[in-house]
């Protein structure tokens, strides 16, 4: 096994963490605020989202404008759900 | 290891794969201003689904694409053999497809009536069309491992490449769907 395999496997033991993260968050009402448990809750999911393009996808190496394209959609996508999953109690 | 600025796969299946993140996208957003109109309704139905088995996935396409991922690097960057890596990348793709079915399975014979559900409705609108995504990457997992197991596989890095690329939209996604389905309050 060498540097980059390692560093994948670490990667996917990281992405593990954050979804039992998530998973416990969600299932334990740790966050009582429904607003905050579910603005965590995706946030979390588009930073796993993030990391699988950066590296499982390789696009940590791409051109920049196409790493910015697709980070630029994360935080656009992330960002435009948790508005409207919220739009009839604002 | 990749080092130089470059595009993995072929630069026209990207726009594919962006067109994809799109259909997708307008899934995700549409879930959320029906849910944003009936939260209640979308809390309790979404109470009735089997977390387990949402998680069970996610950690089965998460892994895959681990495993997809090594197999890349040691085919393309090492010489390395990766055919064991894609098989073991096909499994955990079946196995998500095992209990996906499973899920549906308890859903049909409790007598649900989806069509009465908003939330019931996009559940299996989407996630269905999520799981003909799961079936395709399958297919294309089985053709990168015959790829890799034949004879100058060097030469086939950019179809091994496109691949992997295809399955790791198909882990993403998964992770979006999962929140939105299964974890969100």
Redesign the interface.
């Known amino acids: 096994m060498?540097?980059?395999?390692m560093r994948?496997?670490i990667?996917?033991a990281v992405?593990?963490l954050i979804?039992l993260m998530?998973?416990e968050s969600?299932?334990r009402g740790v966050l009582h605020n429904?607003?905050l448990?579910?603005a965590s809750?995706?946030v979390?999911?588009?930073v796993?989202?993030r990391f699988?393009?950066l590296?499982?996808?390789?696009?940590r190496?791409?051109?920049?404008a196409?790493r910015i394209a697709l980070e630029a959609?994360g935080v656009i996508?992330c960002g435009?759900?948790?508005?409207?999953?919220?739009?009839?109690?604002a | 290891m990749v080092s130089s600025s470059r595009v993995p796969g072929e630069p026209g299946f990207w726009v594919l794969i962006a067109g994809d993140l799109f259909v997708f996208t307008v899934f995700f957003l549409t879930y959320a201003w029906y849910r944003g109109g009936e939260p209640e309704l979308f809390a309790a139905t979404q109470a009735t689904l089997n977390r387990g088995f949402g998680l069970l996935n996610t950690v089965l396409l998460l892994s895959s694409s681990l495993f997809v991922a090594i197999g890349v690097h040691r085919l393309r960057d090492r010489g390395m053999p990766a055919s064991l890596h894609f098989l073991a990348a096909i499994l955990c793709g079946a196995g998500f497809v095992v209990v996906k079915i499973f899920e549906y399975g308890a859903k049909i014979l409790a007598g649900v009536d989806v069509a009465s559900n908003t939330f019931l409705v996009l559940y299996f609108a989407f996630t269905g069309i999520h799981l003909a995504h799961v079936l395709l990457g399958l297919g294309v997992l089985v053709v990168m491992r015959t790829a890799a197991r034949g004879p100058d596989p060097a030469s086939r890095v950019m179809l091994i490449e496109c691949g992997a690329t295809f399955w790791h939209v198909v882990d993403l996604l998964w992770i979006v769907l999962f929140a939105l389905f299964y974890l969100i309050a």
């Not at chain 1, 590296?55 to 696009?59: G, H, P, Y």
């Not at chain 1, 190496?61 to 920049?64: G, K, L, M, R």
Request: aromatic share 12%; glycine share 0%; charged share 10%.
């Open positions: 060498d540097r980059h395999e994948l496997m990667l996917w992405l593990m979804t998530s998973w969600s299932s429904p607003v448990l579910t809750v995706l979390l999911a588009f796993k989202v699988v393009i590296d499982f996808m390789e696009v190496h791409a051109p920049v196409m959609w996508a435009s759900i948790i508005a409207l999953l919220f739009h009839a109690s």
